[in-house]
């Protein structure tokens, strides 16, 4: 259920030039909250509405032994650049955790994860929560520069991190969804997993479908899932800003998502 929440800061650092890490008290929430879900965090000081809107952010990681969440974020914009400048022990006013997640299928051994943009955050959080229950995961990681790959230090040392820049899917995959000339074999690792989870801008999920089709014998429901890029405005699908054409009808990116499994995309 969505609420909102007094949440207060534990630590705030750069892991890169371009990223930040922020660590929140927030017990409640360590052990319920899912990969691919988001809290909606006012950006704002107290009494001020200026920026209106609450940022969505990842949660990228959980420390039930701590009480602690943590958040992945490039302060690339105003509201996020105010949020970079809070400190230790000062409180933020969040909602969540606001929509549907990453389900881990209890037959997955093997876990393919990829991902570019703000996305990326969900997946170390699955990748940390597969690796505890001994699922062996490959993280395949894109940005346009260095800056904006989380280190290999966020991640459990048993996971394969892989790191591409610049970041391209057509690197990987050519126009009809066949195997691109990469120094990776796509198509060899989506063969090999048992399940895979991407975050991805939107334009690239029909090429990694078909992609799919072409190397699966069988593609069967809950093998692969897509955390969609758009807007996340309300967190409860009141306001219809993030509206999606699927398969299945129209759906809120913010509530009904923002994972969706990938067979459901047009």
Request: hydrophobic share 50%.
């Amino acid at each position: 259920m969505v609420q909102q929440r007094q949440l207060i800061v534990a630590e705030q650092r750069d892991v890169t030039p371009d990223l930040r890490w922020l660590t929140l008290e927030a017990p409640e929430l360590t052990r319920s909250v899912r990969a691919g879900q988001y809290l909606l965090v006012r950006c704002a000081e107290a009494g001020s509405y200026d920026p209106l809107l609450r940022r969505p952010l990842f949660v990228a990681a959980t420390e039930p032994a701590l009480g602690q969440i943590a958040l992945l974020y490039a302060p690339n914009e105003r509201g996020l650049a105010w949020l970079a400048r809070t400190r230790a022990g000062d409180t933020l006013d969040v909602l969540g955790p606001c929509g549907r997640g990453f389900t881990l299928e209890p037959r997955t051994r093997t876990l393919l994860l990829i991902g570019a943009g703000p996305g990326l955050a969900a997946l170390l959080l699955l990748a940390r929560l597969a690796a505890a229950q001994q699922v062996a995961v490959t993280l395949l990681a894109g940005a346009a520069n260095a800056e904006l790959l989380p280190p290999a230090y966020l991640l459990p040392g048993e996971v394969e991190y892989q790191t591409f820049v610049p970041w391209q899917l057509s690197d990987f995959i050519a126009p009809g969804g066949t195997a691109a000339t990469s120094s990776y074999n796509l198509p060899a690792a989506i063969a090999w997993a048992d399940q895979v989870a991407v975050a991805l801008p939107n334009a690239a999920a029909p090429a990694l479908a078909q992609l799919i089709r072409t190397t699966k014998f069988r593609w069967e429901r809950g093998f692969a899932s897509a955390l969609l890029e758009g807007p996340l405005i309300c967190g409860v699908g009141a306001c219809g800003v993030c509206g999606i054409e699927l398969r299945k009808g129209i759906r809120m990116l913010c509530s009904d998502g923002p994972v969706f499994d990938l067979r459901d995309l047009p």
